[in-house]
């Protein structure tokens, strides 16, 4: 059973930072490409960012192409998302997957970027 579990989300001013991770259970996965997604409040669900099994594959979506950073350590099975330079249209609810378009997200986690 896929299991996904972020954490990490809070309350940061704009130009701010962020880490979220993400730990993955029930499935194998070095060998999966992982995403992150985000749900903005009154919004459908968009794509931000990839990586590969391996890591050597990353995309970005360009509204967060030079603040975002994602990462992975296999070992640990954990998913990261360094978010940098935080602005209020990054506020949403963020979740890690197995696909693009959200397959088997887990609960998310809260980002609100506000003064």
């Known amino acids: 059973q896929v299991e996904l579990a972020e954490s990490g989300g809070g309350l940061v001013q704009p130009g701010g930072s962020l880490t979220l991770s993400c730990v993955a259970s029930g499935f194998t996965f070095r060998n999966a490409w992982m995403y992150w997604v985000r749900q903005a409040p009154g919004k459908e669900l968009e794509w931000i960012s990839d990586?590969?099994?391996?890591?050597?594959?990353?995309n970005y979506a360009d509204s967060v192409k030079g603040r975002f950073t994602i990462s992975r350590d296999n070992h640990e099975n954990t998913l990261y998302l360094q978010m940098n330079n935080l602005k209020t249209d990054d506020t949403a609810v963020y979740y890690c997957a197995k696909g693009r378009g959200g397959e088997s997200r887990g609960q998310g986690t809260q980002v609100t970027v506000s003064a």
């Open positions: 990586i590969s099994g391996g890591s050597l594959f990353l």
